[in-house]
């Protein structure tokens, strides 16, 4: 029997840039409310909301300075209540962002922890003394550019952030700061949310030793992803979290894990697991190299991709269940990603969709994805608000890039380019406030806005629904097993889902080319296709197709027969 969140759609929330009711120019709640029927429509069952917590927004909501507050910039708690109950009588669940690696350097824990080595929060975070010659304890780089240690006066040692120096480490060797978190989780699960997401969450353990690792550029420095992610012993923590969190509950549990491959996903999903599912990026890094540095990036084909995709299909296949997507507040828009240059943006976003609603797992839309949202590539690096766009920026400078060259890389990689105001119609910030957004709105409005595809058949978000709708009808696209075919094409992605007798088949073709589907499709039907007059055996360039294989088993007969 599949769960609840098996079945349901994923709809991801950007808070800030979702939908503002208050003229601020910066998004709330009580937008996210406001919106909910349009989310009913498309067919979503939970929708994930990233952090709404009391916070200094130098990562935009991921350092928290309060586990149970809500940012007044965001609304109240009151607010929040409401989105609940008026979520719940639309069948929709509400998920929290718990983002349990660091706080905010404002945090009351961390401010008391600051303050001398005998406080009773002294080994809340972790704390390191100076190597003999006063440098840096160890030479890695934060996620964010720059060390990953920051000195603290009042303590004369430094501390570890893994992204920025705002965002200092827990220590979750020290039983007290778990339990601390695990209260506020509960909390939330008291309020009756749906279920959790958990941020960064393979950075919680540190080895026991602390060791300079071997650079990775010209800085000096290396990446802290290649000295802790994932470091022995982590599961132990999260299986009292699990314990002490999780079970009993009718909620699901989606880590996000960079740094877990595809063959370690059994640990960490499913029975012996601790979470219900994990983001796994191997698909969504194919451009970058281990170190995730934007101006190194990787040649990479659709084969890879396939490979990727595939590769976590069959780790949860037995024994688990995993997360579909192809974008989220950290990524480039899809249609700029997956795609080759030149590629139209909304065909392409058709043909995505299509694997992303029939893969085996349960799909996670990201605002704007649904109408083919994509990237912007604003000339002036001070026009991005991301610190991690800044970071990288910096860093190719250092590597000796020129600006237009570092900028590139930028177009290509920002997290702001999924962090532009949702495009709702073709109204001054496209609907999305009455003022100035905080970020600016992508040109495209204009065209690509909810209302103006609403009334459109043809548009990437009709398209959505109807695949939702179809995925809702199709016991195989939940419960059935999975199998990639036309594994050697390097235009088109096909994989069938299959149960009891009944075979559906996804081909979508990623290139600018026309592609041969193989002979024995000629007997499928055609049960859907993003290209209105789709037939034959030769699929458009950017074309998507549903097809049904009926085979005939001794009980189908049967069947036919009574
Ligand atoms: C995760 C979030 C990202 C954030 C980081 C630090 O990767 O998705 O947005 O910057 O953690 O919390």
Redo the contacts with the bound molecule.
Sequence with gaps: MLKWWQKAIVYQVYPKSFQDTTGTGTGDIKGITSRLDYLKALGVGAVWL?PVYPSSNV??G??ISDYTGINPAFGTMKDFDELIAEADKRGIKIVMDL?F??TSDRHEWFLQSKQDRTNPKADWYIWRDAKPDGSVPTNWRG??GGSAWEWCRERGQYYLH??AKE?PDLNWENPDVRRALYDAANFWLDKGVGGFRI??ITYIKKPSEFLDGKPDGKEGTINIHLMTANTPGILDFLREFRREVFDGHDIFTVG?A?GVSADELPDWVGANGVFNMLFEFSHVDLPLNESEIWCYPVKWTLRDLKHALSSSQHATARNGWCPVFFE???QPRSVNHFFPEGADTQKAAKVLAAVLLTLRGTPFIYQGQELGMSNVSWPDINTYDD??TKGQYAFALNEGFSPEEAMKFVHYFS?DNARTPMQWDNSPNAGFSTARSWLPVNENYITVNARTEEQNPDSVLSWYRRLAEFRRNHEELTAGDYREIMTDSEEVFAFERMLDGRRIITAANFSLESAMLPEEFAEYDLLLSSESDAEGLVMRPLEARIMLQYIKTISSIKESLS
Excluded: G, L, M
Aim: glycine share 0%.
């Design positions: 990233c990562d935009n991921y350092d983002v690696n660091h996620i964010f893994t992204f965002q941020d960064a996000e960079n989220n507040h950290d610190i991690s997290r």
